[in-house]
């Protein structure tokens, strides 16, 4: 990942942060951040307070000394990031708003990063979109008839219209009440590209990472897929909060779609240009933003009547009722097969270690070797999440302890041990994980645990010791684990044991 140059210094300099306590302390007087110092282009920033906190930095209200309108500076620390892919989305989010110009998307100011000894932080700014965003605008007793509604979709599509047919199309998948603005008149902007997607990095770097907000997702975005007509979904959702106050999320299902019918209160053909933008399925979606546009301007071609007899009524209960019985019996394994996991499952039971929510969808038919979430298994997350009666759980159902995470081919054992989770670890050896088994950087379990405090950070867990397990090496050891295999970086775990001092660990006979 390729950054912008500030002035020459490196990591690790002695040059002091000009703006070292600002983060903690911000209340206590207006601080200037001083961005490419040294150099021509050296501008500073006078910081003015907090716009919005987020998962990806920290968004801050800032004036530039050569500019008469505020901006907006947002923020992200390295050494606060557990997740590397945080890191790239910014990148990726400063270098693809330097190429959009559009009057509804903030303009571009300046991306530079600062180092200090110990950390890194990045710095993105842009022009200030003022207003309100419109969650907070519902939050606070403003409500929007169906014109207004209207009004507001059609800006957002013009916005995804010029986004859609950028030369790499540019997806933002992440649309949702939160980053809209909208000032007094009516005007919106569509705000923050951290989770943006281009057709480039999709095809090249094969990003499969899921992003977005829960109700405002389409279904294809759990499977870490997304399309210009996922946007399209996640601007439906946000128009459907509009019109009712109410998450997305809160909303029956029939089958996969929500259920509009009995909860909207709006014209025949603003409910059916709804619907079609919130169909599960993309195929089902508008074909574009454009298109969307069109059907909302000119209106909605109305479903063609058919006469129909008694008995193809008949005929039609019949074949649904048994339809549903068949969904209601099969529903899990189905949706399963296609990568949704329930999210009580995730977050009660894998998460939070709840064996018998776990068994209880088991029993309904979730596949144990199921993939969500960027491709992990629960297995994967299991183990990342250091719950053993789980994964104990999981292997007795049939888990496959061998399968791997796609974008690294790493598998479970490899997992354990960079969490220091020898007892997990130890279960999956006795349960047959391959003590050798490489990944995509031919690293084996020995060389991850080896390197630990090589990195910062393993699968969204912070590293915080920084020190390789002496427990977790010796029980590889013990179990047989090559010490003379080099990794694709020609290091065997016995040159890193020895760089470390820990080459006494790794004179088990098995190994010699």
Not at 57 to 83: F, H, W
Not at 101 to 118: A, E, L, M
Not at 191 to 211: C, I, K, R
Request: aromatic share 8%; proline share 6%; with cysteine.
């Amino acid at each position: 990942m390729g950054f912008p140059p500030i002035d020459g210094k490196t990591r690790g300099s002695n040059t002091p942060n000009p703006f070292s306590d600002m983060l903690s302390n911000l209340s206590r007087a207006s601080r200037t951040l001083i961005a490419h110092p040294d150099s021509p282009q050296e501008k500073h920033y006078q910081l003015l307070g907090i716009l919005g906190e987020g998962g990806a930095g920290i968004t801050y209200r800032a004036q530039a000394e050569d500019m008469a309108s505020p901006v907006a500076v947002k923020m992200l620390t390295l050494c606060e990031q557990a997740n590397w892919d945080d890191i790239q989305r910014f990148d990726r989010e400063a270098k693809l708003l330097a190429k959009l110009q559009h009057p509804s998307i903030p303009r571009y100011v300046d991306y530079f990063y600062i180092d200090t000894d110990t950390d890194r932080t990045f710095c993105i700014v842009q022009q200030l979109a003022e207003g309100q965003s419109l969650a907070k605008r519902v939050k606070a007793g403003w409500r929007c008839n169906e014109d207004t509604v209207k009004a507001i979709a059609a800006q957002l599509l013009k916005i995804l219209i010029y986004l859609h047919t950028q030369p790499q199309p540019v997806i933002h998948r992440d649309l949702k009440p939160q980053n809209i603005i909208m000032n007094d008149e009516g005007k919106v902007f569509l705000v923050d590209f951290g989770a943006v997607q281009t057709a480039y990095y999709d095809t090249f770097m094969q990003g499969h990472t899921m992003v977005g907000a829960y109700g405002y997702m389409a279904p294809e975005q759990f499977r870490g897929q997304a399309a210009p007509g996922t946007d399209l979904y996640g601007l439906g959702a946000t128009l459907l909060f509009l019109l009712t106050r109410r998450s997305p999320a809160d909303f029956p299902l029939e089958g996969l779609k929500l259920n509009l019918k009995e909860h909207l209160s709006i014209s025949e053909n603003l409910g059916l240009w709804l619907a079609k933008l919130l169909e599960p399925d993309i195929a089902e979606r508008f074909p574009s933003a454009e298109a969307a546009l069109t059907a909302l301007q000119n209106g909605m071609p109305r479903p063609a009547k058919q006469s129909m007899t008694k008995q193809d009524a008949l005929a039609i209960f019949a074949l649904s009722v048994l339809a549903l019985g068949l969904l209601n019996q099969y529903k899990f394994p189905v949706l399963s097969a296609l990568g949704f996991t329930p999210r009580e499952m995730f977050e009660q039971g894998i998460n939070g270690g709840n064996v018998a929510v776990v068994e209880r969808y088991l029993d309904l038919g979730v596949s144990p070797n199921s993939r969500a979430y960027n491709g992990n298994t629960l297995l994967h997350w299991a183990v990342s999440n250091n719950q053993p009666d789980v994964v104990s759980l999981l292997l007795e159902r049939g888990a496959n302890l061998h399968q791997t995470y796609k974008p690294d081919d790493r598998t479970v054992l490899h997992l354990a041990v960079q969490h220091d989770n020898p007892v997990v670890a130890e279960l999956l050896l006795q349960h047959g994980a391959r003590i050798d088994v490489r990944d995509r950087d031919g690293d084996t379990p020995l060389h991850k645990v080896l390197l630990k405090n090589d990195v910062h950070y393993y699968y969204g867990m912070t590293n915080n010791s920084g020190v390789p397990s002496k427990e977790i090496v010796r029980l590889l050891t013990t179990a047989g684990a090559k010490v003379d295999v080099a990794n694709r970086r020609g290091q065997t775990p016995l040159e890193i044991a020895t760089q470390k001092g820990l080459a006494h660990l790794l004179t088990h006979p098995k190994n010699l």
